[in-house]
């Protein structure tokens, strides 16, 4: 019986798994994750932060369809491969073996080169855990400054205003998107945001990201102070400013990659067996 591994539970890694049910009615499929949440909806976690959806509401799949198609689960992080033995290594010692291993692994939100980055209030919107805390720190929020030029930063802007957070919202250009949008566009967005309240502020870029301690003695965001030497008070930092392709697993292996893995026509690395 040929055993797939995939490693990764995201809508790649899930699609993947029916099309190999699919073809291959005897194969056994494992699909690995490290989140602890397992499989849903990441774009429907914009909507989770403007209580538009429910959390619950976010898993597209029906629990009893995974005893339906055949597909183990198993909760872990792989943290090496060992493509000699056709091994994934998790980080608690255990080994899954595969005959084809697919890296479904996608990527990660970056987080700026600050002073002050590793703050309590310093948030991404990358997982269903990054949507869970955004909530909760919300209700303590009165501000919050949001960076970043794309659809991620706009979700942040706009959830957080469904919070009632008073948010700024800095850019690094003259207007929002202006790699995508045109003049017309970015001003019909830009004006909506106003409309909701929001703080826009143009040709404006962090220095540093200011601490405060708390009761409890923790650091906590107070504010931000900008190139210009502005600060702007805020217990929040919302961060889009893009995302990084999860590469960790490729090291130590003959696996070729650039900005990303690099794969042939049918989506196979340069070590056999490896997808």
Request: hydrophobic share 40%; glycine share 10%; proline share 4%.
């Amino acid at each position: 019986m040929v055993h797939s591994v995939i490693v990764g539970i995201g809508a790649a890694g899930f699609s993947a798994a029916e099309t190999i049910r699919r073809h291959k009615v005897d194969a056994a499929i494992t699909l690995l994750t490290d989140d602890p949440h397992g499989y849903y909806s990441r774009p429907g976690l914009a909507y989770a932060l403007t209580d538009e959806v429910p959390q619950k509401q976010l898993e597209p799949i029906q629990r009893n369809r995974w005893k339906e198609l055949g597909i183990e689960q198993v909760k872990g992080q792989a943290v090496r491969l060992r493509p000699q033995s056709r091994e994934v290594i998790l980080a608690d010692g255990r080994r899954l073996a595969y005959d084809a291993l697919l890296l479904a692994t996608g990527a990660r939100a970056v987080t700026p080169d600050l002073p002050g980055v590793d703050l309590e209030g310093v948030v991404v919107l990358d997982s269903m855990e990054d949507t869970q805390s955004i909530l909760r720190l919300a209700r303590r929020t009165r501000e919050a400054v949001v960076i970043g030029g794309g659809i991620t930063a706009l979700e942040l802007v706009e959830g957080l205003r469904a919070q009632q957070v008073s948010v700024h919202y800095l850019m690094r250009g003259t207007r929002f998107w202006r790699s995508v949008l045109d003049e017309t566009e970015s001003r019909i967005v830009e004006q909506r945001l106003a409309h909701e309240g929001v703080h826009i502020h143009t040709h404006t870029e962090i220095a540093r990201i200011v601490g405060k301690r708390d009761w409890r003695g923790r650091q906590r965001v107070a504010g931000v102070e900008t190139r210009a030497g502005e600060v702007i008070p805020c217990q929040m930092l919302g961060v889009a400013i893009g995302v990084r392709p999860r590469l960790e697993l490729t090291a130590g292996t003959n696996i070729a990659v650039d900005r990303g893995i690099l794969v042939n026509g049918r989506l196979g690395t340069s070590v056999p067996g490896i997808y």
